[in-house]
């Protein structure tokens, strides 16, 4: 199947789902991020006709995509939620109030 036929063929379903989730711009941010993820990967491997549709296949890589950007996401916000925490209890936030050019303090 080429890419243009799998798009053209696809791309509503994989739409729908997520527009049904999503607001309509982050739904279709997220259809095209999930098929330029499936496109870097040999998502074609795991294809076997005797254990489904592929339309079916699709559905279950996207919830995958999903839950592993979701997974991302969170670690992400964990790591910099940590490391602000670790800024302010070093003083970081005074350090930088004290840089701070509209700081009076500072100009004199």
């Given at each position: 199947m080429a890419l243009s036929e799998?798009?053209?063929?696809y791309r509503p379903a994989i739409y729908s789902f997520l527009r049904s989730r999503q607001s309509p711009h982050e739904a279709d941010d997220l259809t095209q991020l999930f098929f330029a993820h499936l496109l870097n990967r040999d998502f074609l491997k795991n294809v076997d006709k005797s254990r489904g549709r592929f339309r079916s296949?699709?559905?279950k890589c996207l919830k995958n995509y999903l839950i592993n950007e979701h997974a991302k996401a969170s670690r992400n916000s964990?790591?910099?939620?940590?490391?602000?925490?670790?800024s302010l209890a070093r003083g970081?936030?005074?350090?930088?109030?004290?840089?701070?050019p509209?700081?009076?303090r500072a100009t004199r």
């Open positions: 799998l798009w053209e063929t296949f699709l559905l964990r790591c910099l939620r940590a490391g602000l925490k670790t970081g936030f005074h350090a930088l109030a004290r840089r701070h509209t700081d009076r």
